[in-house]
């Protein structure tokens, strides 16, 4: 069977605090904003991000039900992030002030990989 889809458009993230979390997207990880809406009927802001093809959407909720992690529930595990060179993006990550967890191998591909997390807690992953 072929498949039906070429990519993927956008991946969507909703954030308990929208200031703290557009710091840490476009000025930590250095994502660039493509838009910025303020959404009146809901009350919040959708921040559109470039990230390679694809778009990162950010939604601004009011309290939104906390992230379930432990254990993990079904739905979004983590987003992962390709990088040529892991320790690198690690040591950038850590003079930018993101804790990283140590770099290990994937068993499955043989690449680098390693997790830090963003301001609600949602776990990204850096792999080469």
């Given at each position: 069977?072929?498949?039906?889809?070429?990519?993927?458009?956008?991946?969507?993230?909703?954030?308990?605090?929208?200031?703290?979390?557009?710091?840490?997207?476009?000025?930590?990880?250095?994502?660039?904003?493509?838009?910025?809406?303020?959404?009146?009927?809901?009350?919040?802001?959708?921040?559109?991000?470039?990230?390679?093809?694809?778009?990162?959407?950010?939604?601004?909720?009011?309290?939104?039900?906390?992230?379930?992690?432990?254990?993990?529930?079904?739905?979004?595990?983590?987003?992962?992030?390709?990088?040529e060179d892991v320790?690198?993006?690690?040591?950038?990550?850590?003079?930018?002030?993101?804790?990283?967890?140590?770099?290990?191998?994937?068993?499955?591909?043989?690449?680098?990989?390693?997790?830090?997390?963003?301001?609600?807690?949602?776990?990204?992953?850096?792999?080469?």
């Amino acid at each position: 069977m072929d498949c039906l889809f070429d990519r993927v458009h956008h991946v969507a993230l909703i954030v308990s605090d929208y200031p703290k979390s557009k710091h840490f997207y476009t000025e930590i990880l250095g994502l660039p904003i493509l838009r910025e809406t303020w959404r009146p009927e809901r009350q919040d802001w959708k921040l559109d991000l470039k990230l390679g093809d694809c778009e990162l959407e950010i939604f601004g909720e009011n309290n939104p039900p906390a992230r379930v992690n432990r254990p993990e529930a079904c739905g979004l595990r983590h987003l992962a992030f390709y990088v040529e060179d892991v320790q690198a993006a690690v040591d950038e990550l850590e003079k930018r002030g993101v804790s990283c967890e140590p770099i290990r191998t994937d068993p499955l591909t043989g690449g680098k990989m390693t997790f830090f997390f963003d301001p609600d807690g949602l776990p990204l992953e850096l792999h080469e």
